[in-house]
């Protein structure tokens, strides 16, 4: 059987990467969904959504990078957890205003829960008010 902590690793890996669905995809069940308690993410229901969602932060944040902090299982409740914190700058197209040069930086938390020896679905705790107030987007 799979190591979860490395199927984790390697699900954590390609998205913050930006390699959408299509490089998740083998971590995942087919039917993964997503939650996330923060503005731009509200209707965003499957975890494929969600990947392609941050390949698409690649455009407006073409520098866009990691900060491991804390990458941890619970065997017990089937799920893993990644602290990270993201920094990125605001120099290509898209958003809601023209690229603007400022840069954030912001922490977030993916909570990844198993079935099995795949991740089924995805919980991101993250303050998007505070991140996109410092790039100029809020």
């Known amino acids: ?3 979860m902590l490395d199927t984790a690793k ?7 990467t930006g390699k959408g669905w299509d490089g998740c995809n083998a971590y995942c069940t087919s039917d993964a969904t997503f939650s996330a308690e923060s503005g731009p993410l509200l209707e965003v ?9 941050m390949k698409a932060m690649f455009t407006p944040f073409p520098d866009a990078r990691y900060e491991l902090k804390s990458f941890a299982a619970d065997p017990e409740r089937n799920n893993v957890s990644a602290f990270a914190v993201f920094h990125a700058t605001h120099t290509g197209p898209g958003g809601p205003v023209p690229p603007s ?3 954030l ?13 795949k991740i089924s679905h995805m919980t991101k705790i993250w303050n998007d008010g505070l991140a996109l107030k410092q790039v100029g987007w809020a």
């Open 10 to 16: 390697s699900f954590f890996t390609a998205c913050e």
């Open 1 to 3: 059987m799979v190591n």
């Open 101 to 103: 040069g400022k840069s």
């Open 105 to 117: 930086k912001t922490d977030y938390v993916y909570v990844m829960q198993f079935k099995g020896d």
């Open 45 to 53: 229901k499957t975890l494929a959504g969600y990947a392609d969602w």
